[in-house]
């Protein structure tokens, strides 16, 4: 079946940079975009973007860009999503999430049909 | 771009029916028929409830339904049951930078 697992807890000080990763299975890696959404301590869902595994493009939301890189690698068929100059605001838990149809179709990238455990980040001095 | 607009909370009797309201813009909901919803249960991943407006994934009770009217995209829960309890979240597709837009969220107390 279907399995996106992530990487585990990251606590990093005001100022780093953290890089998560999501390893999928279960299907064919490089067929459906890859997003990324947070969700900081008791609080809503927020879209950070997401990434086309075969071509490697991307779209940003426009609060994090030049702050985000999202990157994959068909060989293990992980995505990565990397965030930089991180501050006490990013403390969050980060999903990565498949799209529910295939890139291609006509509402491909507007969906997150499967969803990975989360990793938790801390930002902490 | 905004966040869209959920009530906070919202509550119910086992085996009434309650609905969520999610308000959106002409730039979001309004634009598209691409709203999605999701269910959250404390310390879970999110899992995708409805999608394009009105669909429900593959093995989805049909307890769960949803419409739209203009800006403003409903979900509805009926037969609540003590598992329902959970946070909601609508999403849209909005055309802009930020192609996704997701709403605060509503919790559901089932009393």
């Known amino acids: 079946q279907v399995q996106l697992v992530q990487s585990g807890a990251e606590v990093k000080k005001p100022g780093a940079s953290v890089k998560l990763s999501c390893k999928t299975s279960g299907y064919s890696f490089t067929t459906y975009y890859i997003h990324w959404v947070r969700q900081a301590p008791g609080q809503g869902l927020e879209w950070m973007g997401f990434i086309n595994p075969n071509r490697g493009s991307t779209n940003y939301a426009q609060k994090f860009q030049g702050r985000v890189t999202m990157t994959s690698d068909t060989s293990t068929s992980t995505v990565y999503m990397e965030l930089s100059s991180l501050r006490s605001e990013d403390t969050a838990g980060y999903y990565c999430a498949r799209d529910r149809i295939p890139i291609g179709e006509v509402a491909a990238g507007h969906t997150c049909g499967i969803w990975g455990q989360g990793t938790m980040v801390t930002v902490s001095s | 771009q905004s966040a869209l607009t959920q009530p906070a909370s919202v509550s119910g009797s086992p085996g009434q029916s309650i609905t969520i309201s999610c308000t959106g813009t002409n730039s979001d909901i309004g634009g598209y028929n691409y709203v999605s919803w999701y269910q959250q249960h404390p310390d879970r991943a999110p899992k995708l409830l409805i999608y394009d407006v009105t669909n429900r994934p593959s093995g989805l009770s049909n307890r769960f339904s949803a419409s739209k009217s203009g800006n403003t995209a409903s979900l509805t829960i009926s037969g609540l049951q003590a598992e329902d309890e959970a946070d909601y979240y609508c999403?849209?597709?909005?055309?802009?930078?930020?192609?996704?837009?997701f709403g605060g969220g509503t919790r559901l107390t089932v009393l």
């Open positions: 999403s849209s597709y909005t055309g802009t930078s930020t192609l996704v837009v």
